[in-house]
């Protein structure tokens, strides 16, 4: 459906993009997953037409996206990171702005209006100005209006920021029902726990690259344990480091440190490690790795927001 390739984009000496490469596959839900500064809204807006790319092409079924490519781009619907929303309109008002910007006809955008407050929750409210509304309420305000003209892929940008788990939660239901009715989401976020909830696929991207892209479980199969054990920072910790490395692999944040088990590893040699230090095992947490294992796997670094 939509193929990116050798897609670089500099700002002055700045490489915000170096290189992507990656395909989306219709009815798929792929999440940009990467702290803040990673690329992921210049990627967005490169796809969305908002930015030009320095070198590399975007084609959707096969047309370029292209800067003339408007019956093409008519395709994609986007939720930017920051809100596209008129304070001064009413709800109604706004989505109707939208709705003919698409040329849509009178009777179904009504139709199409009160659908989708109805889905969102905000049916009650659309004779309201959006400056009264919550951020919560922008925000799903918002993914309406990208939707109105019924496009075949969505780019969400960040859609949650600043909004309270209420409104998350409900953002997250609209977005997975669609996805079940078949629309196409690139939904980029900087929060493990999204990418993991909503994504059937995921694009790790970091520094202007895709560091790694396929489904979790995909992904976490590039960690070298299975088991990890966390254990908090501190002198009697840093003091038994030496010996629990006998036993797998050490990363440290200030926070805490993670003992990958190695193959073989007994969590009974690791315990009695922890005895000889007077450490309480009650103070360790063993968990499986997650997306923040793998991102500190693949960088040496800890996920910053």
Do not use: W
């Not at 920051?82 to 179904?108: M, P, Q």
């Amino acid at each position: 459906m939509l193929a990116i390739s050798s897609l670089t984009k500099r700002y002055d000496n700045l490489t915000a993009l170096a290189g992507i490469d990656l395909t989306i596959e219709p009815g798929e839900f792929v999440g940009l997953l990467g702290p803040n500064g990673a690329g992921k809204t210049t990627l967005m807006s490169l796809i969305a037409g908002l930015r030009t790319a320095d070198t590399g092409t975007i084609t959707l079924d096969g047309t370029a996206l292209t800067a003339d490519a408007a019956a093409a781009r008519s395709r994609l619907g986007l939720v930017p990171q920051s809100l596209a929303l008129y304070d001064e309109l009413t709800a109604e008002e706004n989505l109707r702005t939208f709705g003919e910007l698409f040329a849509l006809d009178a009777a179904t955008l009504k139709a199409r209006i009160d659908e989708g407050l109805a889905a969102v929750g905000l049916a009650d409210r659309r004779q309201d100005r959006v400056k009264t509304f919550s951020g919560g309420m922008k925000r799903r305000l918002n993914l309406i209006a990208a939707l109105l003209h019924r496009p075949q892929l969505l780019l969400c940008d960040e859609p949650t920021v600043g909004v309270n788990p209420q409104s998350r939660n409900a953002i997250f239901e609209f977005l997975e029902a669609r996805n079940d009715e078949g629309l196409t989401i690139i939904y980029s976020t900087h929060y493990m726990e999204e990418a993991t909830r909503l994504c059937s696929r995921i694009a790790i991207i970091d520094h202007g690259k895709i560091l790694a892209d396929g489904s979790l479980a995909a992904l976490l199969s590039h960690l070298p344990a299975a088991e990890q054990l966390r254990l908090p920072a501190g002198p009697a910790i840093d003091a038994a480091l030496p010996a629990l490395a006998r036993h797998g692999k050490i990363t440290s944040t200030p926070e805490h440190h993670t003992l990958a088990l190695a193959a073989g590893a007994r969590l009974s040699a690791v315990f009695a490690v922890l005895e000889q230090h007077n450490i309480p095992g009650a103070d360790c947490e063993l968990t499986r790795p997650g997306l923040e294992e793998l991102f500190l796997h693949l960088t040496g670094k800890a996920f910053r927001e």
